[in-house]
């Protein structure tokens, strides 16, 4: 696997150890086009950074050393974590996003994403509950990698997770809408979601559901918590071991 090098100087001056990279966040660049982003993730103003970027023809480009911090999830909490900066590995996708027209990622991005995953995996030992979206740690702002992500593919390949509920085997649960969201949102703090109360609703909860639906419900990301995104956090919450 060819690696390019183009350097950011934007991480950390201090080394970290090896036993503190325990995440690996994936993003998509948002941004108009290739150069354009390259332009941020390399100027010094912007205080962005991530380890490696996989345009559209699959090329992959190392910016920031491993053992530094780079500077691609933002203000972040996941599990009892805040700020994952720190302890992870940032992966940017060259794509437009949601706000400059969504595209589907490349088969060449993915086919190469799955490779230098699996390479850091096994050097670091990541749990696959440890590879998450930026959306999943940050949705309160963010929606990438989004739902065009292909999830479900890279768990066939043993990198991340996914779960087994399908339409035919959904069951109706006759709750009033107070008790469907509290089971819910306990089953996503389980999961390791945060930014919400789980006994209280509040103006984040549209979001965070969307956040969810985005990576465990693709089809249908509608905010709501119907039966179908109930039982796959049930399935989550109750089958993931931390």
């Known amino acids: 696997m060819k690696i390019n090098i183009l350097h950011s100087s934007n991480?950390?001056?201090?080394?970290r150890p090896?036993?503190?990279?325990?995440?690996?966040v994936i993003h998509y660049t948002g941004m108009q086009s290739e150069r354009v982003c390259i332009k941020r993730l390399t100027s010094k103003s912007s205080k962005v950074s991530t380890h490696y970027l996989i345009n559209r023809n699959g090329r992959i480009t190392k910016m920031v050393d491993e053992k530094k911090i780079a500077w691609h999830a933002g203000k972040?909490?996941?599990?009892?974590?805040?700020?994952?900066?720190?302890?992870?590995?940032g992966i940017e996708l060259v794509n437009k996003g949601h706000q400059f027209g969504y595209e589907n990622f490349s088969k060449k991005q993915i086919f190469n994403l799955i490779l230098?995953?699996?390479?850091?995996?096994?050097k670091y030992k990541i749990k696959k509950?440890?590879?998450?979206?930026?959306?999943?740690?940050?949705?309160?702002?963010k929606k990438d990698p989004g739902e065009n992500f292909p999830w479900f593919l890279l768990s066939?390949?043993?990198?991340?997770?996914?779960?087994?509920?399908?339409?035919?085997?959904?069951?109706?649960?006759?709750?009033?809408?107070?008790?469907?969201?509290?089971?819910?949102?306990?089953?996503?703090y389980k999961i390791g979601y945060r930014y919400f109360?789980?006994?209280?609703?509040?103006?984040?909860?549209?979001?965070?559901?969307?956040?969810?639906?985005?990576?465990?419900?693709?089809?249908?990301?509608?905010?709501?918590?119907?039966?179908?995104?109930?039982?796959?956090?049930?399935?989550?919450?109750?089958?993931?071991?931390y």
Do not use: M, T
């Open 11 to 15: 991480h950390s001056i201090k080394n």
């Open 18 to 24: 090896k036993n503190k990279i325990k995440f690996i």
């Open 76 to 89: 972040s909490k996941w599990k009892n974590l805040i700020n994952l900066n720190s302890q992870s590995i």
């Open 116 to 122: 230098l995953c699996k390479g850091l995996i096994k």
């Open 129 to 141: 509950q440890n590879i998450v979206g930026h959306s999943d740690i940050a949705p309160l702002r």
């Open 156 to 188: 066939k390949k043993k990198i991340g997770y996914w779960h087994n509920v399908s339409k035919k085997n959904i069951k109706n649960q006759n709750s009033n809408k107070n008790v469907i969201r509290r089971i819910f949102f306990n089953n996503l």
């Open 197 to 241: 109360n789980e006994k209280k609703s509040s103006k984040n909860d549209l979001k965070i559901i969307k956040a969810f639906q985005r990576r465990f419900r693709q089809n249908k990301v509608n905010g709501q918590v119907d039966q179908e995104s109930l039982q796959i956090s049930h399935y989550l919450a109750s089958s993931l071991k």
